[in-house]
């Protein structure tokens, strides 16, 4: 057993229940046998990884965190952010886990009138049917008090207008869940309220973004130009606002930790395995501290930031949003600097094979800048915890 392995066996004994580490075990062999050979050749391909999803799907992972009474499987966002983890240490994240069944999964089996659980869970937890998720815009970065798409009311129904950027997955997705801003008939203030448009409704299109990010699901811009939604589109009680946004994005937290986690993990398997093996002078290059050692702190970062992650996973399921939300944030940020650090660590020690496609370590590079960047910046978390944790004073 590597030491990798123990010391994963030890803190799932401790932190784990039997079936958590049974979904952890059997989600890894599912993994391997796609493997990062398979992603990589779906990626080149121009392709998606449709096989693992419907496979993920069928075996019970992609519904794990939805309710048990609309085909999920009656966990939390720890199982998911689990299978999510899993996944990706093998090689094979699957993005689409945190648009899908983390953000717009979480938000309809919370929010949703029983009609829109009914229409989409069952698809959302068997893998059938995928929804993406519109917040960010082009003038409001991080800062969702400045989305402009507005939601006005228009006989029985809602007209949409504004412009979203950096979806994820909008081509392969059935609808999207966008963010939108409603008008308080009190006091005339917006608030954000949540919608369901499905692909192909009327005035809702689309531009791929060209990413440098090497990975199967597409990025996107979207332009609602008073696109008309039923009544129904709106998904939970207009007046709830922040509430329900916020029921999504600790989720997303969370998983994109996970996210990261696979991807460091998986970055530091590699490395280790060749600095186990190749050899340059008498000992193999593993036995040297300047290669052991970046690869030790890594590993040890990485750890520390599994912990966080389980913690904030935990409180959320708990139905503890508060604590959730710092937790959250923590985690996400603890989980993209070890990320980024094991991904450059893992390739400095394979040298100038740490760039070829044999070993699908270069890729990481950009890829491991994802978790630090969305859904929101390592700054806007540190900004958070200096507010709302050590109570320091705003600058803006």
Known sequence: MTTDQHTGHTAAALLETDEQRALRAAVSALGERYGREYFERVRRAGGQTDELWREAGKLGYLG????????????GITELSIVLEELGAVGCPL??????????????????????????LPGLADGSRKMAF?????????????????????????????????????????ATLIVGRTEDARTGRLKPCLFIVPRDTPGFSRNMIEMELSAPEKQFELVLDDVRLP?????????AGLLQLFA??????????????????????????????RQVWKEPIGAHQAIAHPLAEAHVEIELARLMTRKAALLYDAGDDAGAGEAANMAKYAAAEACAKAVDRAVHTLGGNGLTSEYGLGSLVTASRVARIAPVSREMILNFVSHQTLGLPRSY
Not at 109 to 118: L, S, V
Not at 140 to 152: D, K, M
Not at 231 to 239: F, I, Q, Y
């Open 95 to 120: 993005l689409m886990l945190i648009v899908t069944p983390a953000i717009t999964g979480t938000v309809i089996a919370r929010f949703g009138t029983g009609e829109q659980k009914r229409a989409w």
């Open 248 to 277: 999504g994005l600790n989720p997303e937290r969370i998983m994109t930790a996970a996210f990261a986690l696979g991807m460091g993990r998986f970055a530091v398997a590699r490395a280790v395995d060749y600095a186990r093996t």
């Open 231 to 239: 009544a129904d589109a709106l998904v939970g009680d207009e007046d």
């Open 64 to 75: 794990v965190s939805l309710p048990e009474e609309h085909g999920g499987g009656g966990g």
């Open 134 to 174: 519109g917040i960010t815009e082009p003038d409001a970065g991080s800062n969702s008090h400045r989305i402009t798409t507005t939601a006005r009311r228009d006989g029985g129904g809602w007209v949409l207008t504004g412009r979203k950027v950096f979806v994820s997955g909008v081509d392969i997705a059935d």
